[in-house]
């Protein structure tokens, strides 16, 4: 598998992603700050999706332009466009083969996108192929949505048990990105303003959005294994918890790094 398509995935993909507002305002608030978008008006988002990022940024006068190899994710941002004057440019792309010359944007904007891409290196060089000098890609994670991360693992281990085992179709960590973008000779920020909350998350919710597949590791298991999984693992729950309704903390931040595009680094 190249990249993942989050086909399929729409209908519960926003709900399930979901963020602590004020932190996500206050990282925008610094975003513009830092590159305000009288002088950096060019936005690029590759995974544009549905629009949960690209909405705000335009709100905030970016022109965003925004790719994704997913129809049925970009057919949803074009209707809640359609009575929104916002300067959102939508293309079918893939990152990894981008249809824009050199230094084509002031900025791009990856949330979460390098989890999904087998070629990923060449995905990060392509965007700041398309980053003119002196301008920036910035790394974004908006934290676990509805995601328990005790849940998500022991999930993939039942299904590894049953032989079907999720695959890391990119990277395991945005270090790694880091870390090749160190050795391209990018200078590398990584920003910590305090943009931490708690999420409590009921149960019965997390397990409902494992079983409605809406992850992309979920896709990996065939139906009659995932059935199979899903029910062992609610029952797993219930003897360790005694009630679905139990609520369950989980840590989360705003996550932020930015890669300065150089003058005297050159597109390979």
Known sequence: MESQSFDGLVELYDESRCFDRACFEAALDYI??????????????????????AVPFAERGYRVTGVDISDEMMA???ARLADRPLDITLRKADVTDLPFSDGSFDLAVAVHLFYHIKDWRKAA????????PGGALLLMHTGMGMEVPFLNDRYKQLCAEHGCES???GVRSTSEVIAHLKERGFDVEEVDRGWDWTTSIELAQALGYLRWRAYSFTVFATNKVHGMVMDQLEAEVIDRFGDLSTEVDVPNRIGLVIVHRKWSVCST
């Open 32 to 53: 513009v700050e830092r590159f305000p978008p009288s002088e950096f008006p060019r936005l690029l988002e590759p995974g544009v999706g549905t629009g949960r990022i």
């Open 76 to 78: 949803v941002l074009q």
């Open 125 to 132: 060089d392509e965007l700041l192929r398309v980053v003119r």
């Open 167 to 169: 695959e890391m179709v």
